[in-house]
């Protein structure tokens, strides 16, 4: 578990250095931008970062609940309540 207080804004900060990892240098990314289409993330991708946020935020991430997730702040909103369902 993170070592300083989760809150959504950290959650996206975290996400968006976890795609940045994959994209050039200077990309822009925050809670608006569109995962797969501004991205270019394929499914394996995005499968890649819910493990990465499954295993930062100890929390399990259903797989119905990924189907209408398209923005970054939109995934970590799902993660922060998933966090408060399971504390």
């Given at each position: 578990m993170p070592k300083t207080e989760t809150t959504e804004e950290t959650i996206v900060t975290?996400?968006?250095?976890?795609?940045?990892?994959?994209?050039?240098q200077g990309t822009e990314l925050n809670s608006e931008t569109d995962i797969t289409t501004d991205t270019d993330f394929d499914s394996v991708a995005v499968m890649d970062l819910v493990f990465e946020?499954?295993?930062?935020?100890?929390?399990?991430?259903?797989l119905n609940e990924l189907t209408?997730?398209?923005?970054?702040?939109?995934?970590?909103?799902?993660?922060k309540k998933l966090q408060m369902t399971t504390a």
């Amino acid at each position: 578990m993170p070592k300083t207080e989760t809150t959504e804004e950290t959650i996206v900060t975290f996400i968006c250095s976890q795609i940045a990892n994959s994209l050039p240098q200077g990309t822009e990314l925050n809670s608006e931008t569109d995962i797969t289409t501004d991205t270019d993330f394929d499914s394996v991708a995005v499968m890649d970062l819910v493990f990465e946020l499954e295993t930062e935020y100890n929390v399990s991430i259903p797989l119905n609940e990924l189907t209408e997730i398209r923005k970054i702040g939109e995934l970590a909103g799902l993660v922060k309540k998933l966090q408060m369902t399971t504390a």
